[in-house]
């Protein structure tokens, strides 16, 4: 368990939620300081790019221009190499229905869910939570934050609804009736008996702009696992005692989608018009 890492933005350990081996530590949450509690908010500086009715424009923008220039990085590149075999292997068995996912958006999930050095998701996290003012400069992420955006949106172009789970190992603060955002991508799960990923904050959330990742994540669907977007926003509509399904908890906070907000939506488009 690494106990000295930095804490970046005051949801960042909100993104320590689970995975097995070679990628738990990204959500493991031996990242958080003891007797420390963090505020639930609006993730006012998260790069929250929805690419309504721009979308594609946009991957014009991500192929000829940003993947090119992020490729040069060696901790993206290596990061997007290593995903390669998980993206073929999915694409090739994609599920009736999703047609729509290019091999992109696969190695985007396969990418997200796997790949990469061992702190390439501390960054990735890191940048999308806090780098609004850097989108179009110095964001190491355009292309990534893309396709993982619109792959999120094609695997729930109805808006589908998900009551899903997550548990944290630290304390935060928020208020009922307040609307926050976790401003990441933001990994949840339909089951709530995952235990060893916490049991001091867990959360009860109505999702409707996230998805379910199905079989397409590095593990398939043994996590269950429902992404929510940088861009939703929720309400808290309850706080205390646990119910039933994270009855472990010693406290759990209920969130009810409230829609979205996007203040970077289009912005990269508009900017070439």
Known sequence: MRTNMLVFGSLYLLLSWMRPAYTQWIFDNSITQDDQSFPLDMAKDSVDDMYFDCATKMESQIKNKYFQDEMKNEFFKAAWAQAKDCANQKYKNREKGDEALTKDHMQAICTYTAG????FYQKFNEEVRTKRKAYGSSFQFHSLHFWLTRAVQILNNQ??????????????????????????FTSTSKLSNLERFGDVTCFKIRTCHAAYLKKYPKLADIEQ???????????????GKPDKQLSDCAIVYV????GFQSNLDCQLVKQIL
């Open 225 to 239: 696992e429902v992404l929510i977007p940088p861009y939703e926003k929720f309400r808290i509509i309850k706080k």
């Open 159 to 184: 808006n589908k609804c998900y009551t899903t789970f997550r548990r944290t190992k630290s304390m935060f603060n928020g208020n009922v009736k307040q609307e926050v955002r976790f401003g990441t």
């Open 116 to 119: 990469g050095k061992e702190n």
């Open 255 to 258: 969130l009810n989608s409230t």
